[in-house]
T-cell receptor, first 114, second 112 residues
Framework: EPEVTQTPSHQVTQMGQEVILRCVPI?????FYWYRQILGQKVEFLVS????????KSEIFDDQFSVERPDGSNFTLKIRSTKLEDSAMYFCASRNGRIGNTIYFGEGSWLTVV | GESVGLHLPTLSVQEGDNSIINCAYS??????FIWYKQESGKGPQFIID?????DKRQGQRVTVLLNKTVKHLSLQIAATQPGDSAVYFC???????????FGPGTRLSVLP
């Protein structure tokens, strides 16, 4: 069964460093998302991406964040200068867009900022 | 802003019993809802969905009920098994193509 894959599964980085989290959405999907989940809290929306541009973003997604679809398969989240409060699990998700409205999540990338 | 919330943050049930997990939503414009299961250290896993033009939908051992009058959603799990132990989130979608808003989650613990 097709699935969303994410790398790395866990990354530790120093405060102020740049981080890139990578995702390969399900191949025939058109909509892509990043969500995050701080430990013990609910899943929070960051950004959605469609047709090679951001379609919606939350207040969390400030100028330190950016997304890119550099090729036909990858979808990346970049945090330019990490802060301690960026420590969280980051989930990539995708949705077909042609049939059904369900979004499917990857297993997540756990980011620890020290 | 609009939000999705859960009545019970934790739920413990005996193995074999039925579980009911509840969710309240406040946005009357929401037209699509999903229940996700999240096991420790993993991503949310789709369980079942329901559109606002329905009030009940059944899957394998799971049933979702939607009461639009009181803006309430529930997930029923029949014959709960140890493998059902997880955090369950409801998520609402306001319109096609929009993002999903998640509730805070309910932890389900299945007792032997």
């Amino acid at each position: 069964e097709p699935e969303v894959t994410q790398t790395p599964s866990h990354q530790v980085t120093q405060m102020g460093q740049e981080v890139i989290l990578r995702c390969v959405p399900i191949s025939n999907h058109l909509y892509f998302y990043w969500y995050r989940q701080i430990l013990g809290q609910k899943v929070e929306f960051l950004v959605s991406f469609y047709n090679n541009e951001i379609s919606e973003k939350s207040e969390i997604f400030d100028d330190q964040f950016s997304v890119e679809r550099p090729d036909g398969s990858n979808f990346t989240l970049k945090i330019r200068s990490t802060k301690l409060e960026d420590s969280a699990m980051y989930f990539c998700a995708s949705r077909n867009g042609r049939i059904g409205n369900t979004i499917y999540f990857g297993e997540g990338s756990w980011l620890t900022v020290v | 802003g609009e939000s999705v919330g859960l009545h019970l943050p934790t739920l413990s049930v005996q193995e074999g019993d039925n579980s009911i997990i509840n969710c309240a939503y406040s946005n009357s414009a929401s037209d699509y809802f999903i229940w996700y299961k999240q096991e420790s250290g993993k991503g949310p896993q789709f369980i079942i969905d329901i559109r606002s033009n329905m009030d009940k939908r059944q899957g394998q051992r799971v049933t979702v009920l939607l009461n639009k009058t009181v803006k309430h959603l529930s997930l029923q799990i029949a014959a709960t098994q140890p493998g059902d132990s997880a955090v369950y989130f409801c998520a609402e979608n306001i319109g096609y193509g929009q993002n999903f808003v998640f509730g805070p989650g309910t932890r389900l613990s299945v007792l032997p």
